[in-house]
């Protein structure tokens, strides 16, 4: 049985669409065996996925839900593929229970943002409920700026799990969603190293 690794944050603009697809490819690059299952109404997922068949071979599994069908979709897919990627719509509430019920670990992308910081509690207290790790992955990030400052200082003084990876504000990670492609697909550059050492910092949380 695959994992399931969902990706959420209450708050719109974190970037969780980028970050689901940009993990998938890198898990997908890497031998996994991967499955994307796209939960929000406004699809970019999947559009993202069309994008990339029309191109050629996908490399990986496509599907949708509801929120509430979801759990149903990840225990199929999880049989026969490494890791199933969840993206979620941009809210917290009941309807995202079935999903953290089968996911090994909650990726919740935040921007450089304090207003992403006061979207956090509700959905890394959600997974607490439900038993399942979390992982605070900065996104979109703008080093050496007060606001990133401020950002580090809230989540180390409130002890919230981070991954050591950092994603910064980098035009290609638009450019490659365009393309129906991961950051990895575009050719080397410092993306590169970020994704890739996302990408580890995930497979050393999970047992495959």
């Not at 898990?27 to 996994?32: Q, R």
């Not at 068949?53 to 026969?80: H, I, L, N, V």
């Not at 080397?188 to 890739?196: D, H, L, M, P």
């Amino acid at each position: 049985m695959g994992h399931v690794i969902t990706v959420a944050q209450q708050k719109g603009g974190s970037g969780k669409t980028t970050v689901a697809i940009n993990l998938a490819v890198a898990l997908a690059k890497a031998g996994h065996s991967v499955a994307i299952l796209d939960t929000d109404p406004q699809g970019s997922m999947g559009r993202w996925f069309m994008t990339r068949e029309e191109a050629g071979d996908p490399g990986m599994e496509f599907g949708t839900a509801s929120a509430w069908g979801a759990g149903y979709e990840c225990k199929k897919m999880r049989k026969d593929c490494d890791f199933v990627i969840v993206d979620t719509p941009p809210k917290v509430d009941s309807d995202l229970r079935p999903v953290l019920r089968e996911s090994s670990l909650v990726l919740v992308p935040v921007a450089t943002s304090q207003l992403d910081m006061w979207a956090l509690d509700s959905i890394l207290e959600l997974a607490e409920r439900v038993d399942i790790p979390s992982l605070v992955v900065l996104n979109r990030f703008k080093a050496g700026t007060h606001v990133s400052d401020d950002v580090e200082r809230d989540l180390a003084e409130r002890k919230i799990v981070r991954a050591a990876t950092v994603l910064g504000n980098r035009v290609v990670y638009a450019e490659s969603l365009g393309r129906g492609k991961g950051v990895l697909e575009m050719g080397r550059g410092t993306w590169t190293r970020e994704v890739e050492a996302l990408r580890e910092e995930v497979l050393g949380l999970v047992e495959l």
